[in-house]
């Protein structure tokens, strides 16, 4: 077995509302900021997989990052590969 290292990054759909995202857009003038737009906020879970394969350690990520770290209905994730021992990607 082998410990295999991912980040899931979790954020709202394109269409769905993003009120963190629009308080932050909305104070970076306050911040003498200027030409930043379309903020979107989200979040980053890092966890350590151990299993046989690289590729059975990202099926156990997705289906946690499907079910436990996402809303499907409005939130989108994507999967990072951070520490790969075997050098498979």
Known sequence: ?????????VAPKPGILDPQGRAVEGSLGHLGIEGVSAVRVGRRVELTVTAATAANARAIVERLAGELFSNPLIEAFEIELLDDPGGAR
Do not use: E, Q
């Open 1 to 9: 077995m082998t410990a295999f290292r991912f980040a899931v990054n």
